[in-house]
């Protein structure tokens, strides 16, 4: 079978992976974290008792998670209609 004999209704839909940037530089964990022990100190915060022990290394965690894009699949779709203008879809899931 050879892709013309292909019905449109029938073709596989083409997908890219978009994975981050190779780049981007790597969070530097043990200076982020002794970085926002710093902050709480000069904001007056006791970071040695029991209380705040762990702050550092969860906002450090936190982002991470933010600041870390995640990897996704975008789809294309045929273009049987020849369509030349912009397509709007709607309903797309956002996670935030």
């Not at 209380?51 to 294309?76: D, I, N």
């Amino acid at each position: 079978m050879t892709a013309l004999d292909i019905r449109p209704d029938e073709r596989p839909s083409p997908t890219l992976t978009v994975v981050a940037d190779p780049d981007t530089p790597m969070i530097d964990h043990k200076a982020a974290r002794a970085a926002v022990r710093d902050l709480l100190v000069a904001l007056g915060q006791e970071v040695d008792g029991a209380e705040l022990a762990e702050t550092p290394r969860r906002v450090v965690a936190a982002f991470e998670e933010l600041l870390t894009p995640a990897t996704f699949r975008l789809t294309t779709f045929a273009n049987d209609e020849r369509y030349d203008e912009l397509v709007i879809a709607r309903d797309i899931p956002v996670r935030s």
